[in-house]
T-cell receptor, first 112, second 118 residues
Framework: QQQVKQSPQSLIVQKGGISIINCAYE??????FPWYQQFPGKGPALLIA?????SEKKEGRFTISFNKSAKQFSLHIMDSQPGDSATYFC???????????FGPGTRLSVLP | EAGVAQSPRYKIIEKRQSVAFWCNPI?????LYWYQQILGQGPKLLIQ????????DSQLPKDRFSAERLKGVDSTLKIQPAKLEDSAVYLC????????????????FGSGTQLSVL
């Protein structure tokens, strides 16, 4: 029940295209859903996050869509750029950072 | 603002040896996490500290792993004895969030220690 499932495992997108990564969770006690971006040799860095009281959050080219009833959330990267090539992790936690769990990751490659 | 500092950056040991990793979180961050990231997988939480107390160590293999956070600042993670399957990147993260207050759950990660057990 602590798991976060993520798909696809890898994704190849042309420059300018839309990248979509999906995640699902089971534990209804989770109330914070971030996405982290990780480049090789670096630790993950927060990209964008959402709480269950809203269905969508947008920051620049990055959008989270959240479906509370389905217990699913997704990351959309608009106008994907080669610099977006990285591994993306969805995550979930309970209040105050408890039980902070990560999905298995999606390796995104944006072709020039 | 200085980030989360970790050392060493790389470590190669033989199985059954011991190893220790060090983490210095961002100043003022109450919560500190140690994660294990095996190649091609997402980070797996090993232990979470709130100040110098343990909040969650349910996934820490306590027969070989230990961690401490003296004075609520720096932390060390130790493995003794190491096994081949311990080969991974060990990530330290910190956040401002406190158990009894605050809602800023953003985790700041260090670059990690890459451990190879031969």
């Amino acid at each position: 029940q602590q798991q976060v499932k993520q798909s696809p495992q890898s994704l190849i997108v042309q420059k300018g295209g839309i990248s979509i990564i999906n995640c699902a969770y089971e534990n209804t006690a989770f109330d914070y859903f971030p996405w982290y971006q990780q480049f090789p040799g670096k630790g993950p860095a927060l990209l964008i996050a959402i709480r269950p009281d809203v269905s969508e959050k947008k920051e620049g080219r990055f959008t989270i869509s959240f479906n509370k009833s389905a217990k699913q959330f997704s990351l959309h990267i608009m106008d994907s750029q080669p610099g977006d090539s990285a591994t993306y992790f969805c995550a979930a936690s309970k209040s105050h950072g408890q039980n902070f769990v990560f999905g298995p990751g999606t390796r995104l490659s944006v072709l020039p | 603002e200085a980030g989360v500092a970790q050392s060493p950056r790389y470590k190669i040991i033989e199985k059954r040896q011991s190893v220790a990793f060090w983490c210095n979180p961002i100043s003022g961050h109450a919560t500190l996490y140690w994660y294990q990231q095996i190649l091609g997988q997402g980070p797996k939480l090993l232990i979470q500290f709130q100040n110098n107390g343990v909040v969650d160590d349910s996934q820490l293999p306590k027969d070989r792993f230990s961690a401490e956070r003296l004075k609520g600042v720096d932390s060390t993670l130790k493995i003794q004895p190491a096994k081949l399957e311990d080969s991974a990147v060990y990530l330290c993260a910190s956040s401002l969030v406190g158990i009894h207050g605050g809602t800023n759950e953003k985790l700041f990660f260090g670059s990690g220690t890459q451990l190879s057990v031969l």
